[in-house]
């Protein structure tokens, strides 16, 4: 049966891959502290689990240590020539867009065929298997008809991941500062401050400040998920729920929507807001969030005027 | 109340624009230790949450395919079909794929499309080319802009569908959390009442994407056109 540590062996490789080739790019200046922080991300999935604890930790302060002191750049050029894609896009343009498309349509039906037919694959885990599984037929059906050197797809990735660099790992890294910021009991100081700070007596005044607060505070903590629990027992729950009797499906479920207004204006959420850019190589780096504010405040609103007139 | 100098650490190292990796781990060390916990209980707390999401980092498995496809034009390809497809505006094209990443969210299919997967290959070129097919002369800020939308409309796209799905964990959160409450709730209630939300998302977006087309075929006297 196939299991998420396939994957992780799988990504593992092919960050080990990225480092390998990153150290021997010499039009790199940095290509050490790029080659070191592709390697321990490597080490981190083919052996993570073996590491320990307090090891992961100390791997993650070395990770720190590399992108904080400045020792990951990126090469200069190394694009295909334009000219020359374009040569190819006319030869092979149908051919290219087919192959985009078979990770998206594997990813699709294993979803589907690994949680009817049991024994595969995890079921848990199908969709991120199948989109493993894609990447492996689409590399492979790619190199068949197009035959490039063997690197070059490799190559090609590691120019991609050098410009997006250590924002890379930034989810992660917010991802383990909520469980830091857990063990630390954070959230239960800010609901009891929110929780003193709301105005009695208004079933509208408590409705907004649910609503305010639950984008507020996921836009400090990136995760509409951590901010949930602290505003549902701070407010949700006391005054919404049990004081003015609101139905608890629209307060929770609509009350989460809220908090994923937040998620699209913080820089937090860095894996949707900060790495696209990264990804898309945009000059302003809270270019996607710019875009999103425009969104994201009507629709709270929006979100508010749901609660107070559906939940009540 | 002193656990929440990580809180003032984050906003202040983003606002100064530190290094965000640096900022993140300033901010756990402080807050751990204002809790009363030692460096190494911090450290082996980081290191344990690091490793169980690892699976976040998984999509830059698809970097050396979309390398490969790129290397060998598929942005250039994704323009040209634009440039075929008279009907294709920008406001068109962002919307139906607003649309689309709603209808997959909402059955499940999260990572289906993403930013590594189909926004940089696909939809931002492509959104490209649309606006170029009405504006010549589109200049660097207006192209930024359009990537930027490319990518946020995948995002309002995901949020606002993924919540309709019955197994998603953000349901499964809220029913866990209620039933500590004692509110025994199906999980077909919480995904019923995302549907207003979808409906509003994609209405507003799809506003502001027409009002983008509108800015975009805006030819801007003055600037040069980037080439």
């Excluded at chain 1, 492996?136 to 997006?164: F, N, S």
């Excluded at chain 1, 270019?287 to 994201?296: D, E, F, N, W």
């Excluded at chain 2, 946020?152 to 919540?163: C, H, P, Q, Y």
């Amino acid at each position: 049966m196939i299991t998420l540590g396939f994957v992780y062996v799988l990504t593992g490789l092919t960050f080990a891959l990225f480092a390998a080739l990153g150290v021997a790019d010499r039009s790199n200046p940095k290509r050490f502290g790029n080659a070191a922080f592709w390697a321990l991300l490597a080490l981190s999935m083919l052996g993570g689990d073996w590491l320990g604890d307090f090891g992961n930790g100390l791997l993650v302060l070395a990770l720190v240590a590399i992108a904080g002191t400045g020792q990951i750049g990126r090469a200069p050029g190394g694009d295909v020539p334009a000219e020359e894609q374009a040569a190819h896009a006319a030869r092979h343009g149908p051919f290219l867009l087919l192959v985009a498309l078979i990770i998206p349509a594997v990813a699709l039906a294993g979803t589907f065929l690994f949680k009817w037919v049991p024994g595969l694959a995890d079921p848990k885990q199908a969709t991120l298997i199948s989109l493993a599984l894609g990447v492996l037929i689409a590399l492979g059906v790619g190199m068949a008809r197009l035959k490039p050197p063997l690197l070059l797809p490799a190559q090609q990735g590691r120019r991609l991941l050098d410009a997006v660099g250590w924002a890379a790992i930034l989810p992660q890294m917010l991802a383990s500062l909520g469980a830091v910021f857990a063990l630390a009991g954070v959230g239960e100081v800010v609901g009891d401050l929110i929780g003193t700070a709301i105005p009695h007596g208004s079933l509208f005044g408590a409705v907004l400040a649910y609503g305010l607060g639950m984008a507020f505070f996921t836009m400090v903590m990136g995760n509409a998920f951590a901010a949930f629990p602290v505003m549902l027992a701070a407010v949700g729950m006391p005054l919404l729920v049990m004081q003015y009797e609101g139905d608890p499906a629209v307060v929770a479920a609509i009350g989460m929507l809220a908090g994923f207004c937040g998620t699209l204006m913080t820089p937090m959420a860095a894996n949707f807001n900060l790495v696209p850019a990264a990804l898309l190589e945009l000059k302003n780096p809270y270019g996607v969030i710019k875009a999103q504010i425009g969104t994201a405040l009507p629709l709270l609103a929006v979100n508010i005027v749901f609660i107070w007139l559906f939940a009540f | 109340m002193l656990v929440l100098i990580g809180i003032l650490i984050i906003i202040a190292g983003f606002l100064l624009r530190f290094n965000p990796l640096l900022v993140i781990m300033a901010s756990a060390l402080a807050t751990g230790l204002a809790a009363g916990l030692d460096i190494a209980a911090i450290i082996a707390a980081f290191g344990k949450a690091f490793n169980d999401t690892r699976y976040v980092s998984i999509v830059w498995i698809v970097l050396p395919v979309i390398g490969l496809l790129e290397a060998y034009g598929l942005q250039q390809h994704a323009r040209s079909l634009i440039d075929r497809m008279k009907g294709a505006t920008l406001g068109r094209l962002l919307t139906s794929y607003l649309l689309l990443r709603q209808a997959m969210a909402a059955v499940g299919l999260t990572s289906v499309a993403g930013h590594a997967q189909t926004v940089r290959p696909l939809v931002a070129p492509m959104a490209e080319a649309a606006a170029e097919a009405k504006n010549d002369a589109l200049t660097d800020d207006q192209r930024e802009e359009v990537k930027a939308f490319s990518a946020a409309t995948d995002n309002v796209g995901l949020f606002f569908g993924e919540d309709i799905f019955l197994a998603i964990g953000s349901i499964l959160l809220m029913k866990g959390l209620l039933e500590g409450y004692g509110y025994v709730i199906e999980p077909l209630h919480f995904s019923l009442w995302a549907i207003p939300t979808a409906i509003a998302a994609f209405i507003i977006h799809g506003f502001r994407l027409r009002r983008l087309e509108k800015r975009m075929a805006q030819k801007t006297p003055g600037q040069e056109a980037s080439a």
